[in-house]
């Protein structure tokens, strides 16, 4: 899976090179503004620079099942918010 961040429609992208598609999430907050994709087999981490959050995608990669969100305030870390 390729992952990456469009500015514009304040989503990030999910391209599966096998299927050649695109999957489309929305992110939290307005502007989110990620400009770093880190991550680990099962999550993606997405600090979101306008907002002052951190929001975590957990995905199975092999199942066509929607992924979980979770926003984390880096000004209040234990406000937790799940989508």
Do not use: Y
């Not at 992208?13 to 880190?38: A, G, K, T, W, Y």
């Amino acid at each position: 899976m390729v992952w990456l961040s469009d500015f514009g429609a304040n989503a990030v992208l999910r391209f599966d090179p096998q299927s050649e598609e695109f999957e489309v999430f929305d992110l939290p907050s307005n502007p989110s503004n990620v400009r770093q994709i880190l991550g680990r087999r099962g999550e993606v981490w997405l600090p979101e620079s306008a907002a002052d959050q951190l929001v975590v995608i957990r995905h199975a990669e092999s199942q066509k099942q929607l992924p979980k969100t979770t926003s984390i305030n880096l000004l209040n870390p234990e406000g937790i918010q799940n989508t």
